[in-house]
């Protein structure tokens, strides 16, 4: 793909049947050969992940909003959220809302929030359900979810709305390390695996506001966050295709998860990006995976 | 299962590690077996529908929110959307929300509207994306999406956020009814096939308010909505599994989509709830996919 800038790489998608435009910025479909190549990288991740005996669960798009509220994720990232608000009221109120959109005037104000919230980080659903006191080897998961962050782009990779494969870990700090150490390697030679000019290195999140500027640097200092970056945007800084984040005990003290020492059990969790990795491909290998180097095609249908 | 309320199915699915609690009704999450399961049951589905040679695309959860203005589904569901709202303030606006959420108070008029809903109908972000001129033969395509309705209910099939693979159809009148009337006697025998007690039936949709009743009322008169229903909730009628919508030129003239010969072209779908068709194997083959009766494990794993 010859794509000399972001705007363009999304046309060039769009005009091969990759993505299909769909209005609203980072949030546009995907194309049938896309797809056989997202769930061939998914199927991959898989693989790899179950010589381990992971458990697979599956979350909605929507959580409980008390997820977001008990993790600080309001104080962090205010500006990335996505809220489901509804309506509640009855008939006669109701009809104010098309009165509204027939004047093309705004109709948010009308609806009320409810308890749930579009899940922003994909392992968020599954602490809560650790509450209590974890087997003796802590808990080790996979689930495909779709995050959402509100933050419009005309880069492709900058979705709103996407997917990501995790796997996430729970138990003693000394195991969740060693296992954080593990797939930081395997989730890197995956990508490697692929023909991909991957790179590791140390990362933080976009913390919002100034205050949020301390907090990336403490993330940073402490080496919480690794990401695995790869070349896909013409002139711009390599994109994140997957990862990780060591929590300490964030969500263990959050969730009241315990070892059975009685300690607060630490997590941590790695992400691979599912849409960020297949633009990655089209990206490196071209438009047409018939045409993919032969282990990059071996690799992903075996 | 031997559940004897909806209540207690639930409970079932829980224990037996098919479902796991999440907090909000209707927002739980699935165990890997339901999973296998549900990825076999539309994967059973794909591999009939791709004699027609149908065209494959995903799209987010999100939407366009002018799709559901432009549809007037705000008028005809308001009390089962889901609009999606985000911060967009500067530092000092948004230190309230945590303090909201620290005195336990509602932050949700803090946010403003996004452009992007929640998907009520998987089919809906197709219909944009046919704008202008459809081919002479028209368009097929299908998808799995994940959709939302805002209706908290106990009873596991009454969910807010599930998936449909869903068939759509747009092109000229007869080809769209004829194409209705062949997948409305596939998706009957493809549930019949798997042994499960389905019934055909003519049907409404939930139309908000006493106007909504006339809309139900010309629906079932007009043979519109066709559902296929199986038993699955103890002590209740039968829940729909399968679901067929003739549009007749509704989306053809939000859309401005135009046959060949210039007249508005005509539209239908038709959805298979995936989660529920799951939990009707299970309400009625059992907990245990492995001992389900032979002739179904062949149609689910060939």
């Given at each position: 793909?010859?794509?000399?800038?972001?705007?363009?790489?999304?046309?060039?998608?769009?005009?091969?049947?990759?993505?299909?435009?769909?209005?609203?910025?980072?949030?546009?479909?995907?194309?049938?050969?896309?797809?056989?190549?997202?769930?061939?990288?998914?199927?991959?991740?898989?693989?790899?992940?179950?010589?381990?005996?992971?458990?697979?669960?599956?979350?909605?798009?929507?959580?409980?909003?008390?997820?977001?509220?008990?993790?600080?994720?309001?104080?962090?990232?205010?500006?990335?959220?996505?809220?489901?608000?509804?309506?509640?009221?009855?008939?006669?109120?109701?009809?104010?809302?098309?009165?509204?959109?027939?004047?093309?005037?705004?109709?948010?104000?009308?609806?009320?929030?409810?308890?749930?919230?579009?899940?922003?980080?994909?392992?968020?659903?599954?602490?809560?359900?650790?509450?209590?006191?974890?087997?003796?080897?802590?808990?080790?998961?996979?689930?495909?979810?779709?995050?959402?962050?509100?933050?419009?782009?005309?880069?492709?990779?900058?979705?709103?709305?996407?997917?990501?494969?995790?796997?996430?870990?729970?138990?003693?700090?000394?195991?969740v390390l060693a296992w954080r150490d593990?797939?930081?390697?395997?989730?890197?030679?995956?990508?490697?695996?692929?023909?991909?000019?991957?790179?590791?290195?140390?990362?933080?999140?976009?913390?919002?506001?100034?205050?949020?500027?301390?907090?990336?640097?403490?993330?940073?200092?402490?080496?919480?966050?690794?990401?695995?970056?790869?070349?896909?945007?013409?002139?711009?800084?390599?994109?994140?295709?997957?990862?990780?984040?060591?929590?300490?005990?964030?969500?263990?003290?959050?969730?009241?998860?315990?070892?059975?020492?009685?300690?607060?059990?630490?997590?941590?969790?790695l992400g691979f990006g599912l849409e960020?990795?297949?633009?990655?491909?089209?990206?490196?290998?071209?438009?047409?995976?018939?045409?993919?180097?032969?282990?990059?095609?071996?690799?992903?249908?075996?």
């Amino acid at each position: 793909m010859v794509a000399s800038s972001a705007a363009e790489l999304y046309d060039e998608f769009v005009k091969a049947g990759l993505l299909i435009t769909a209005g609203p910025l980072g949030a546009f479909g995907r194309g049938g050969v896309f797809e056989q190549v997202l769930e061939a990288f998914d199927a991959l991740i898989v693989r790899t992940a179950k010589v381990d005996g992971v458990e697979s669960m599956t979350f909605p798009p929507v959580i409980d909003r008390s997820i977001i509220e008990r993790t600080g994720y309001m104080e962090s990232f205010p500006d990335l959220c996505g809220a489901i608000h509804s309506f509640v009221g009855n008939e006669r109120e109701a009809r104010a809302i098309p009165k509204r959109i027939a004047d093309g005037e705004s109709w948010g104000d009308l609806l009320g929030q409810t308890d749930v919230v579009l899940n922003p980080a994909a392992c968020y659903p599954f602490y809560p359900t650790c509450r209590g006191t974890v087997p003796e080897n802590g808990r080790e998961v996979t689930m495909l979810a779709w995050v959402y962050r509100q933050e419009p782009s005309i880069e492709p990779t900058r979705m709103r709305s996407f997917r990501v494969r995790e796997m996430i870990r729970v138990g003693a700090p000394d195991a969740v390390l060693a296992w954080r150490d593990t797939w930081r390697d395997r989730g890197f030679e995956i990508l490697k695996s692929l023909a991909l000019p991957a790179e590791l290195d140390v990362a933080a999140d976009p913390f919002f506001g100034r205050g949020g500027k301390i907090l990336a640097a403490g993330q940073i200092e402490q080496k919480l966050k690794f990401e695995v970056l790869i070349p896909v945007l013409p002139g711009l800084p390599p994109t994140a295709c997957c990862s990780f984040n060591y929590h300490q005990e964030k969500f263990g003290t959050a969730f009241e998860i315990l070892l059975p020492s009685g300690e607060t059990a630490h997590s941590a969790c790695l992400g691979f990006g599912l849409e960020r990795t297949v633009m990655a491909l089209f990206r490196t290998h071209g438009a047409d995976p018939a045409q993919w180097p032969a282990p990059v095609r071996a690799k992903l249908w075996p």
